[in-house]
């Protein structure tokens, strides 16, 4: 997941690429297919269910269908396994640990592999790990949080504030909308991460259809 093309503070929409969130269970595998087969992605992060660990068969199943199309497979919080699974990386979460977390995923799945921190709403954790190494920031507004406008406001603050300074990329999380989708891309977000919850095959086409157009990104090949 290395920084597009362009060194401009707020970059066009077609040079921001796209990142799937989606969690493990029945109907994940058919889900990110249809996801994947709308358009083009640079990653899948894959996480577990509320409550649950990640179990290995299915991570590996969404593992290999991210790599077929070309996406990186990126194992959420537990590089023990990305690495037994051969992804390409892990993606650590919010943590109060966040600079132990990410020199033990960097020492287990070595300096070959994706490392990303997301950084909550956390300045200093976004610096340190840029400086420690990761390979990019993650910025969200997750949805538990009951104000969504002060959450996407915060969350599109942290994305301007970085691409302006910084050169590591960023990840701009829980986009839920074309419009949003094209706004962040002009903030400088380098990557837009869109949350995949397991609707119909149709439903997901659209959705990732119309987020897509709006960032300029191809449709899928293959």
Known sequence: MGRPPGDGVAQDAAATRLCAVIEAGDTALDCLGAALSAA???????APAPGGGLDARAARALVEAAQRRNAAALIADDAELARTLAADG?????????????????????????VGVDAGISRHDAMTAAEDGADYVAFGAPSHLRDRAKARERRDDLITWWAEIFQVPCVALDVETPEEAAAIARAGADFVGVRLTGASAATTRAFVGGIAAALGVPASVG
């Open 40 to 46: 083009g992605f640079a990653s899948v992060m894959i």
């Open 90 to 114: 892990v993606h650590l979460g919010r943590t109060k640990m966040a600079a132990r977390a990410y020199a033990a995923a960097r020492a287990s799945v070595g300096q070959g592999a994706i």
